[in-house]
């Protein structure tokens, strides 16, 4: 950073309680109060008259000889900025940099220090600063706008921020080849060499520090050029709002808000607020990350209805290109009591899905649009398996965001079915019209075979949905071929008899003699192919009385209605009947055994 000293003496003020004075032998007869401060001075002796028109003019009417007192509250910059130009009138040395450039040039201009009243006074000097060492710099220009929030009327009334704001668009747009200056860059992975190439976006840190407004004075100045693309506006918001905006690079943004101030609270609001005003209508400008980011933080602050529904509906335009850490963000209402926030991510899916409808009418028929949906349908699907480990996750929660996923957005369950199993998991306590209300959500015919297999052996599904998967094995078995197909659900319930009357047919023939066995082992056999034919006839109608149980949606009617069936027929072929739950057990733990013969 450049800086200019002027005068060569040393420092004589000194202060005496709230007093300052020159340590001089002369008498001081100026007496100047600024605010809390008193500073004793001459007014002829020194050359602090001759060089401030002011001072002239309030003294005019004194004598030489005659001890003058004046007040000087409303001078710019205070009582620093006027010790600089006092100092500078006695010779002392100072030095002026951007840091103190404002309040120097505006006490000068409040004092008249101008070179009609005396050739190279103050302001001449800082003005020549300020053009040829300021201005062509580019921290400094920076700095120097940055300490024009302390007098806004005086820096724009002197042209300094215009001139300031004039000095960095140019710096901003010039190719980053020919960029010479020094920059800030701290990004991570970047390590700055001396023939290292200049990023693209080595400026947006250095103007990161400035006041929003200002900020969006060189934003929307650098917009209306269109020599810098979008993505590069974008990442300059990006930056801006990582440096201001608490949390909005953590997950956990609620907890570090909570102690926030009205006064912070609503600065943020404001600089959330003009952030999204200024995010270029491009799509992909900006990430659907930041997007969401902004909206969590949003929520909390307490934005405009339009900002945020300006928010929804740009994360819904690039909601497809999404991940699941992008949504993760932590419930702030106080009436929810969990921990992720489902209703942000419910909103913006709408939106898309309305979006969607519209742009897309003929969405099957395109590749394009129907991938898109898939995207979004797949996201949704991992987004609940996270959730889903939230012991405070509501059911109805759940099961409207499941929901609102079009069937079409979903090549198949499986997906959804994990997500169902690890909620399923994770809440033992559910009661039973919870438990059919998350499964009813759950298509049987869209699982794959493995997931089914999975899922008939699964003792956390509720027995209708177990019912539903051995009804559709069944009817599928039928259709395959013998070599591929799935073993039927009677072939799993009926396996261990087939099994028994073999081994009884075994243990015949060896008690028969050697003349009866021929004749004992086909009778047995006939008897044993019309027990099969009984069992499934039995099970037949066991199975299409479950398919009723699961339409009419009444269990244990069902199941004693069956169970009734099933012990008339027992009593009439001297068999004992099969209760439905021990069926559907024991299909469960024949299935592997099913699957490998």
Not at 184 to 192: E, I, L, V
Not at 267 to 277: A, C, D, G, M, Q
Not at 451 to 466: D, F, I, Q, S, Y
Request: aromatic fraction near 8%; charged fraction near 25%.
């Amino acid at each position: 950073m450049k800086f200019m000293k002027l005068g060569t003496k040393a420092d004589t003020f000194y202060t005496e309680q709230a007093t300052r004075t020159l340590i001089s032998e002369i008498a001081a007869d100026l007496v100047i109060q600024i605010n809390d401060i008193t500073y004793l001075l001459h007014k002829l002796q020194f050359p602090l008259l001759p060089k401030c028109g002011l001072l002239q003019r309030l003294c005019y009417d004194s004598s030489d000889s005659e001890s003058v007192s004046l007040e000087l509250h409303d001078i710019p910059g205070g009582e620093e900025a006027f010790e600089l130009c006092a100092k500078f009138c006695y010779g002392i040395a100072i030095n002026i940099s951007a840091h103190n450039f404002v309040s120097a040039l505006c006490a000068a201009k409040f004092l008249r220090m101008n070179d009609s009243i005396e050739k190279g006074n103050f302001v001449g000097k800082l003005e020549s600063f300020f053009n040829s060492c300021i201005l062509e710099g580019w921290k400094d220009s920076i700095a120097t706008l940055q300490t024009t929030a302390t007098l806004p009327e005086w820096s724009e009334n002197l042209g300094i921020v215009r001139k300031c704001i004039d000095s960095i668009i140019e710096k901003i747009l010039t190719p980053p080849p020919q960029v010479k200056w020094s920059y800030t860059y701290t990004r991570p992975g970047y390590t700055k060499k001396q023939h290292h190439s200049v990023p693209k976006d080595w400026w947006t840190e250095d103007v990161s520090d400035l006041d929003i407004d200002l900020f969006r004075c060189i934003i929307m100045a650098i917009r209306s050029t269109y020599v810098l693309p979008p993505q590069l506006i974008g990442e300059a918001l990006h930056v801006y709002a990582c440096r201001w905006l608490p949390g909005i690079t953590k997950l956990k943004s609620s907890g570090s808000s909570v102690s926030q101030t009205q006064e912070s609270k609503d600065k943020n609001r404001k600089i959330l607020e003009t952030i999204v005003s200024m995010i270029p209508a491009d799509r992909g400008s900006v990430s659907v990350g930041f997007l969401f980011r902004l909206l969590s933080i949003s929520i909390h602050l307490g934005v405009s209805s339009v900002t945020k529904t300006e928010l929804i509906r740009r994360a819904s335009l690039q909601f497809e290109e999404a991940t699941v850490s992008d949504l993760l963000y932590p419930s702030t209402s106080s009436s929810d009591q969990n921990y992720y926030d489902t209703e942000l991510v419910l909103a913006v899916l709408e939106t898309f899905l309305k979006l969607w409808k519209r742009m897309s009418p003929g969405a099957v028929d395109s590749s394009y649009f129907l991938r898109s949906i898939r995207n979004v349908g797949k996201l949704i699907d991992s987004y609940l398996q996270v959730v889903a480990r939230d012991d405070n996750m509501q059911v109805s929660k759940f099961v409207s965001l499941a929901e609102t996923v079009p069937s079409i957005a979903r090549e198949d369950h499986d997906d959804l079915y994990q997500a169902i199993n690890i909620y399923l998991k994770m809440h033992p306590e559910m009661s039973k019209a919870d438990k059919k209300r998350l499964c009813g959500i759950l298509d049987c015919q869209r699982l794959s075979p493995e997931v089914r297999g999975h899922a008939v052996k699964n003792e956390l599904l509720p027995l209708r949905t177990v019912v539903q998967l051995l009804y559709f094995e069944q009817e599928k078995g039928s259709k395959a071929t013998s070599s591929h197909k799935l073993p039927k659900p009677h072939e799993i319930l009926l396996g261990a008899k087939d099994r028994a009357a073999t081994t009884r047919d075994s243990q015949s023939k060896h008690s028969l003699g050697p003349g009866k066995e021929e004749f004992n082992g086909e009778e047995i056999r006939e008897r044993d192919q019309q027990k099969t034919k009984r069992s499934d006839g039995k099970l037949a109608l066991a199975l299409n009385l479950e398919k009723k149980m699961v339409i009419r949606g009444d269990i244990e009617e069902t199941q004693s209605e069956k169970a009734r069936v099933v012990r008339d027929e027992s009593s009439s072929s001297g068999k004992v009947n099969m209760d439905p739950k021990k069926m559907i057990r024991r299909a469960r733990s024949k299935s592997e055994h099913g699957v490998k013969k």
